[in-house]
Nanobody
């Protein structure tokens, strides 16, 4: 079955860097876009970044542009989210997901359980 698992939680200070990994199984990883979402307390889940199946195309939500980088290693069935210059407002549970909103052919249909990222001094 399809499984996605994020790396462990992280607690960092403002301005610091944290990298998340999402390892997937149960599907042909290289055929699917992968998305990162986050959900902060009291807020709805929002898209953070998305990467195309071959890693050629990426998109980011405006608040993280220039700070976060999504990448993937299809040989390892893993997608990464490098988060630089973290801010307290980045605090959220981060989820990876199979698929994207780019097309109706491969919509999001599976989610990881999420990992807590806390940015605090």
């Amino acid at each position: 079955q399809v499984q996605l698992q994020e790396s462990g939680p992280g607690l960092v200070k403002p301005s610091q860097t944290l990298s998340l990994a999402c390892t997937a199984s149960g599907f042909t990883f290289s055929r699917y876009a992968i998305s990162w979402y986050r959900q902060a307390p009291g807020k709805e889940r929002e898209l953070v970044a998305v990467i195309s199946s071959a890693g050629v195309t990426t998109n980011y939500t405006e608040p993280v542009k220039g700070r976060f980088t999504i990448s993937r290693d299809n040989a390892k069935n893993t997608v990464y989210l490098q988060m630089n210059s973290l801010k307290p407002e980045d605090t959220a549970v981060y989820y990876c997901a199979k698929g994207s909103t780019w097309s109706k052919i491969a919509p999001i249909d599976s989610w990881g359980q999420g990992t807590q990222v806390t940015v605090s001094s």
